[in-house]
């Protein structure tokens, strides 16, 4: 984790090490906090299980607590949600019908990393999640991949969800396993971290999409066209 300043000067750098772990996202909280996600292999109930390390505002760690069941489970993203809590997810093995193939989970926490409550997307075949962004009425939108439904064999993946994590295609989990995990070795670094620009290209555009109240929908590459989610979730 590292801290810049506006012209790109090192303020701070920190890196975590609990041998098993890899990180996939961060975010910064309304009161300066940091929130890292990614997965670790040990240490929790499966093979791979979903984590969040929380720091304070200047990377000190908080604590570090890992989510998921006996398979794999993989967060992609994490957020503050609008009421202090935190939102995080990406896909899992563990809580689908088929071991064999993922299925999007998005869970919810309080500040203190207990779980509120978890959701699974998606039926059959291999639904991912990757990212998540939250509404002005307090819910979310997620987007991913999925090969349970659409035209091809993996389709892009649109789900809008209310702030309790409700759509037409979610199911609830009640054997989420939490472990605490002991505190990562931290250790600071300076200005040898290596760096490079990478230039990203700039998709064509496309109408967007209107879509009212908490649904979920899967879409083709342009042109855009929506397809109802016929999967039974």
Not at 100 to 112: E, H, I, P, W
Not at 133 to 162: K, P, Q
Not at 201 to 228: D, I, Q, R, Y
């Amino acid at each position: 984790l590292a801290k810049k300043d506006a012209a790109g000067t090192l303020i701070w750098g920190k890196s975590y090490n609990n041998t098993s772990s890899i990180a996939t996202d961060v975010t910064q909280t309304a009161d300066g906090s940091y929130l890292i996600t990614g997965y670790v292999t040990t240490g929790g109930a499966g093979s791979n299980d979903m984590f969040i390390l929380k720091t304070n505002a200047s990377g000190t760690v908080s604590w570090m607590k890992a989510y998921g069941g006996t398979a794999n489970d993989v967060s992609n993203f994490v957020l503050e949600t609008t009421d202090g809590n935190y939102v995080f997810g990406g896909y899992s093995s563990s809580f689908g019908a088929n071991v064999y193939d993922y299925d999007g989970l998005l869970l919810k926490t309080t500040s203190d990393g207990v779980l509120l409550w978890s959701k699974r997307f998606g039926e059959g075949g291999s639904d991912l999640l990757y990212s998540a962004r939250s509404t002005s009425y307090g819910g979310f939108v997620l987007s991913g991949h999925t090969s349970s439904a659409g035209a091809g064999s993996d389709d892009m993946w649109l789900i809008v969800a209310n702030r309790n994590g409700e759509s037409n295609c979610e199911t609830n989990i009640s054997t989420v396993t939490t472990t605490a995990l002991a505190s990562p070795t931290t250790s600071a670094f300076g200005n040898d971290l290596n760096e490079s620009t990478v230039s990203t290209p700039v998709p064509s555009s496309s109408s967007p999409a209107t879509v009212g109240g908490p649904k979920c929908e899967v879409f083709t590459p342009l042109p855009v066209k929506l397809l109802n989610f016929n999967v039974k979730c």
